[in-house]
């Protein structure tokens, strides 16, 4: 007896060989060419962290008053990144891009370095994704997230959404710091040449992605990013207080303007000093040292998750209750990325929630992080190229994703009041803290504190009552430096 025909949908759904099989590209629907273009989108998304992060990392000064300078962060910024991309894609097969974190690369900037040598403080990033690591292997950090709530997992990719649209519209400029109000539209009024660049690819974005196009958003970015190379060329910037965010676009006249070889003098920066890390450490204290590396791991920890739970769910990698088949190796490639990320002296890396960009494009495997990668690495030597694409440009993207990811608040029971205080908490929080980190920490301890008044304690997990303390901790921190002198 013959055996039935397979089905036209079981047929499609057939790998078509062994790369296919191995990262689900036709199991998840899609295909190589909208990996790839959801790759070459992510990065476009991200790529400001090549410029931005040497004027946060390379300025600043250590201890000693030295600083690392902007070639070598640049260099070793894209080169972690693009090994931590590539890492993310072969062993989580999701698409998750990696790189130094925004707001991380900050607090090492400003809150660590005054305390340490530059040699110091990578060495401190290190022994934090080791520690990082260690949860992951242990089952405690996959075992964290299994714990919280499902609506609360919802919540968390909702705030991310609108973190994300906060930091596109900040970026570009279009909503700035007010005089006398926490913020206004632009510079007083919706003024510069920039901002109206950001208006057209936000405006071309949106028609494109309604439309259904292929790479609508990168489209869109390619639109802008074009349009605004003319207007710097032929109108100029709009004037002071008016101009680009960040990075300038214009056309390249020589090759030296495209290519760059990369200055790697920073790479094992963190041997410097010797291995007797008591020595070393001697003049910070090893309380002011355990706190430092608890704020770091935090931060990177919560931020992780509240990245991989939001760009799951835009993607429909998530089951019904939230949780993510293969979290252990995304965990184990994000703590490696953060390893590297202290090798290179390139800050804390951690997952982008900009990797929405290349879901938004319909990328749903590791491949697209590998594109990114591959991206990452081509900047190392074309730096000129990464910065001519301005925040102007590519941030109409944020916010289209932002929109994208809000939409999920529908799933949310809001009637349940534990869910729905803690929820709210975790929404409002990041976009009003600018940290995923801050608003998960609300959201977890607002759904606590509302299960313990309402006489559910017991049916919270023991973890989170565990994690409820280790962030009352972190934001008691101000207090406790205080104590400890």
Not at 140 to 167: D, E, M, N, Y
Not at 282 to 297: E, K, N, P, R
Not at 374 to 395: D, G, H, Q
Request: charged share 10%.
């Amino acid at each position: 007896m013959n055996a039935p025909n397979p089905s036209p949908t079981e047929h499609t759904r057939r790998p078509k060989g062994p790369i296919d099989r191995y990262f689900k590209i036709t199991e998840r629907g899609s295909t190589l060419g909208t990996e790839i273009r959801g790759g070459m989108a992510t990065f476009f998304a991200m790529a400001y962290i090549v410029v931005l992060n040497p004027l946060i990392l390379g300025t600043a000064e250590d201890v000693n008053g030295d600083t690392l300078g902007l070639p070598g962060v640049a260099a070793m910024t894209a080169l972690v990144a693009a090994l931590s991309c590539v890492l993310m894609g072969v062993v989580s097969r999701y698409p998750f891009a990696i790189a130094a974190g925004m707001g991380l690369n900050a607090v090492v900037a400003y809150g660590i370095a005054p305390l340490m040598s530059w040699a110091d403080v990578f060495l401190l990033i290190i022994i934090e994704g080791v520690v990082l690591l260690i949860l992951v292997l242990t089952g405690f950090r996959t075992a964290v997230f299994a714990a919280i709530p499902s609506g609360l997992k919802v919540a968390i990719a909702v705030g991310v959404g609108l973190f994300l649209a906060l930091i596109g519209l900040v970026n570009a400029g279009f909503i700035q710091a007010g005089d006398g109000t926490l913020v206004q539209l632009g510079n007083g009024g919706l003024n510069g040449w920039p901002i109206l660049i950001f208006v057209i690819g936000l405006l071309v974005s949106i028609a494109l992605y309604v439309r259904n196009v292929r790479g609508a958003l990168l489209l869109g970015i390619v639109v802008a990013t074009v349009l605004s190379i003319v207007v710097e060329s032929l109108l100029g910037d709009g004037g002071e207080g008016l101009g680009w965010a960040l990075t300038v676009p214009s056309l390249p006249t020589s090759v030296d303007d495209l290519v760059a070889m990369p200055d790697v003098s920073l790479l094992g920066l963190f041997t410097e000093g010797g291995f007797n890390i008591a020595e070393r450490w001697s003049d910070v204290g090893v309380a002011t040292v355990v706190m430092l590396i608890f704020t770091l791991l935090l931060a990177d920890f919560f931020d992780t998750m509240g990245t991989m739970v939001g760009v799951a769910h835009q993607g429909g990698l998530a089951d019904e209750d939230g949780n993510i088949e293969g979290t252990r190796e995304v965990l184990i490639a994000d703590s490696v990325g953060t390893i590297l990320g202290g090798l290179g002296s390139a800050s804390v890396a951690t997952l982008y929630a900009e990797s929405a960009a290349g879901v938004g494009e319909g990328a749903r495997t590791g491949i697209a992080p590998i594109v990114t990668g591959a991206m990452f690495m081509i900047a190392t030597l074309f730096t000129p190229l990464v910065s001519l694409v301005p925040f102007e440009a590519a941030t109409p993207v944020l916010v289209i994703v932002g929109f994208m990811m809000l939409t999920q608040v529908t799933s949310i029971d809001f009637k349940d009041p534990a869910l729905g205080i803690g929820s709210f908490l975790a929404i409002i929080m990041m976009p009003f803290t600018y940290s995923i980190a801050n608003g998960i920490g609300f959201g977890l301890l607002g759904y606590a504190f509302v299960m313990l008044v309402m006489g559910r304690a017991r049916r919270v997990h023991p973890l989170l009552w565990l994690i409820s303390v280790v962030f009352l901790i972190h934001f008691a921190e101000p207090a406790i430096y205080a104590l400890i002198g």
